[in-house]
Protein backbone atom coordinates (compact mmCIF):
# COMPACT_ATOMS: atom_id res chain seq x y z
CA UNK A 1 0.00 0.00 0.00
CA UNK A 2 1.40 3.16 -0.89
CA UNK A 3 1.51 6.27 1.71
CA UNK A 4 0.03 9.49 0.85
CA UNK A 5 0.18 12.72 2.07
CA UNK A 6 -1.70 16.18 1.01
CA UNK A 7 0.02 19.39 0.34
CA UNK A 8 -1.75 22.85 1.72
CA UNK A 9 -3.98 23.06 -1.25
CA UNK A 10 -5.24 19.43 0.50
CA UNK A 11 -4.61 17.64 -3.00
CA UNK A 12 -3.60 14.04 -2.59
CA UNK A 13 -0.08 12.64 -3.51
CA UNK A 14 1.61 9.71 -3.73
CA UNK A 15 4.62 8.66 -1.48
CA UNK A 16 7.02 9.28 -4.55
CA UNK A 17 5.73 12.29 -5.66
CA UNK A 18 5.65 13.75 -2.28
CA UNK A 19 9.86 13.69 -2.05
CA UNK A 20 9.74 16.45 -4.69
CA UNK A 21 6.50 18.60 -2.99
CA UNK A 22 4.73 20.40 -6.07
CA UNK A 23 5.10 24.07 -6.07
CA UNK A 24 2.47 26.46 -7.32
CA UNK A 25 2.43 28.80 -9.86
CA UNK A 26 2.57 32.61 -8.65
CA UNK A 27 1.15 34.22 -11.24
CA UNK A 28 -2.39 31.78 -10.63
CA UNK A 29 -2.02 29.53 -8.23
CA UNK A 30 -2.32 26.25 -10.43
CA UNK A 31 -0.17 23.11 -9.08
CA UNK A 32 2.60 22.94 -11.46
CA UNK A 33 3.14 19.05 -12.22
CA UNK A 34 6.44 19.50 -14.81
CA UNK A 35 8.74 22.07 -15.39
CA UNK A 36 7.99 23.10 -18.64
CA UNK A 37 6.18 26.45 -16.99
CA UNK A 38 2.52 26.97 -16.11
CA UNK A 39 -0.45 25.32 -18.69
CA UNK A 40 -3.18 27.50 -17.06
CA UNK A 41 -2.18 30.47 -17.54
CA UNK A 42 0.79 30.41 -19.73
CA UNK A 43 3.47 31.84 -17.45
CA UNK A 44 7.61 31.09 -18.84
CA UNK A 45 9.89 29.40 -16.49
CA UNK A 46 11.69 32.26 -16.11
CA UNK A 47 8.51 34.27 -15.21
CA UNK A 48 7.59 31.88 -12.21
CA UNK A 49 11.67 32.41 -11.44
CA UNK A 50 11.99 36.06 -11.49
CA UNK A 51 8.30 36.48 -9.49
CA UNK A 52 9.07 33.67 -6.69
CA UNK A 53 12.95 36.14 -6.03
CA UNK A 54 11.18 39.07 -6.73
CA UNK A 55 8.75 38.23 -3.82
CA UNK A 56 11.55 36.74 -0.99
CA UNK A 57 14.05 39.86 -1.76
CA UNK A 58 10.99 42.55 -1.45
CA UNK A 59 9.62 41.12 2.35
CA UNK A 60 13.60 40.95 3.05
CA UNK A 61 14.20 44.40 1.97
CA UNK A 62 11.42 45.82 3.83
CA UNK A 63 12.25 43.60 7.32
CA UNK A 64 15.78 45.07 6.81
CA UNK A 65 14.83 48.67 6.44
CA UNK A 66 12.61 48.37 9.17
CA UNK A 67 15.09 46.86 11.67
CA UNK A 68 17.72 49.51 10.13
CA UNK A 69 15.49 52.50 10.60
CA UNK A 70 14.72 51.33 14.28
CA UNK A 71 18.17 50.94 15.01
CA UNK A 72 18.98 53.87 13.72
CA UNK A 73 15.89 56.37 14.93
CA UNK A 74 15.16 54.93 18.44
CA UNK A 75 18.36 55.77 20.22
CA UNK A 76 17.52 59.41 19.50
CA UNK A 77 14.09 59.09 20.63
CA UNK A 78 15.50 60.95 23.92
CA UNK A 79 14.61 64.32 23.09
CA UNK A 80 10.76 63.80 23.26
CA UNK A 81 10.81 61.35 26.11
CA UNK A 82 13.06 63.77 28.46
CA UNK A 83 10.97 65.72 31.11
CA UNK A 84 10.49 69.27 31.56
CA UNK A 85 9.08 72.39 29.52
CA UNK A 86 8.97 72.23 25.48
CA UNK A 87 10.78 75.37 25.17
CA UNK A 88 11.76 76.48 21.87
CA UNK A 89 15.43 75.66 22.46
CA UNK A 90 13.91 71.96 22.54
CA UNK A 91 12.03 72.57 20.01
CA UNK A 92 15.55 73.55 17.91
CA UNK A 93 16.58 70.27 18.47
CA UNK A 94 13.57 68.22 17.35
CA UNK A 95 13.45 70.26 13.96
CA UNK A 96 16.63 68.22 13.43
CA UNK A 97 15.77 64.85 14.56
CA UNK A 98 15.11 63.40 11.06
CA UNK A 99 19.01 64.25 10.05
CA UNK A 100 20.39 63.45 14.15
CA UNK A 101 21.89 59.88 13.74
CA UNK A 102 23.90 61.84 11.13
CA UNK A 103 24.49 65.02 13.55
CA UNK A 104 28.11 64.46 14.55
CA UNK A 105 29.88 63.19 11.28
CA UNK A 106 27.81 65.59 9.27
CA UNK A 107 28.81 68.29 12.27
CA UNK A 108 32.18 67.57 11.81
CA UNK A 109 32.32 67.44 8.36
CA UNK A 110 30.58 70.68 7.65
CA UNK A 111 32.68 72.45 10.07
CA UNK A 112 35.77 71.07 8.64
CA UNK A 113 34.30 71.39 4.52
CA UNK A 114 32.18 74.83 5.04
CA UNK A 115 32.69 76.35 8.45
CA UNK A 116 29.37 76.12 9.56
CA UNK A 117 27.95 75.89 12.70
CA UNK A 118 24.86 73.62 13.89
CA UNK A 119 21.88 75.57 12.42
CA UNK A 120 22.95 76.53 9.15
CA UNK A 121 21.09 75.02 6.53
CA UNK A 122 24.70 73.45 5.08
CA UNK A 123 25.38 71.60 8.24
CA UNK A 124 21.72 70.40 8.11
CA UNK A 125 22.45 69.63 4.66
CA UNK A 126 25.56 67.79 5.47
CA UNK A 127 24.24 65.85 8.65
CA UNK A 128 21.30 64.82 6.35
CA UNK A 129 23.66 63.02 3.71
CA UNK A 130 25.58 61.47 6.81
CA UNK A 131 22.24 59.65 7.87
CA UNK A 132 21.38 58.84 4.28
CA UNK A 133 25.20 57.58 3.40
CA UNK A 134 24.75 55.74 6.97
CA UNK A 135 21.49 54.22 6.31
CA UNK A 136 21.68 52.87 2.87
CA UNK A 137 25.42 51.31 3.86
CA UNK A 138 23.56 50.18 6.82
CA UNK A 139 21.13 48.59 5.05
CA UNK A 140 22.88 46.90 2.27
CA UNK A 141 25.00 45.24 4.36
CA UNK A 142 22.68 43.93 6.59
CA UNK A 143 20.48 42.89 3.27
CA UNK A 144 23.04 39.95 3.27
CA UNK A 145 21.57 38.22 5.86
CA UNK A 146 19.37 37.37 8.80
CA UNK A 147 22.67 37.23 10.96
CA UNK A 148 24.42 40.45 9.21
CA UNK A 149 20.99 41.98 10.01
CA UNK A 150 20.90 41.08 13.52
CA UNK A 151 24.87 42.67 13.57
CA UNK A 152 24.60 45.44 11.81
CA UNK A 153 21.17 46.83 13.93
CA UNK A 154 23.09 45.86 17.09
CA UNK A 155 25.98 47.37 16.63
CA UNK A 156 23.75 50.79 15.09
CA UNK A 157 21.95 50.44 18.14
CA UNK A 158 24.87 50.55 20.24
CA UNK A 159 26.64 53.70 18.48
CA UNK A 160 23.56 54.89 18.46
CA UNK A 161 22.90 54.99 22.33
CA UNK A 162 26.54 56.31 22.84
CA UNK A 163 25.65 59.00 19.89
CA UNK A 164 22.58 59.58 21.80
CA UNK A 165 24.56 60.35 25.20
CA UNK A 166 26.80 62.19 23.75
CA UNK A 167 23.87 64.31 21.93
CA UNK A 168 22.34 64.90 25.64
CA UNK A 169 25.03 66.32 26.81
CA UNK A 170 25.39 68.72 24.02
CA UNK A 171 22.11 69.19 24.56
CA UNK A 172 22.46 69.97 28.22
CA UNK A 173 25.08 72.26 27.92
Known amino acids: MTSR ?24 SYILKTAAGCPECGASL ?10 RRRIGA ?3 AFWVL ?6 QCWIFLMPGSWSLYRWS ?5 PV ?23 AIASMAAATVGLALGAFFIARRGPRRR ?16 ILHGLYAA
Open 100 to 122: MPGFIPGLVGGRMLFGVGRSDPL
Open 62 to 64: TVT
Open 5 to 28: RRDRSGVEFPAAVVDDPPRSCPVC
Open 70 to 75: IALYLP
Open 46 to 55: ETIASLRRRS
Open 150 to 165: VIVCGGLFLTGAVHGF
Open 93 to 97: WIEIW
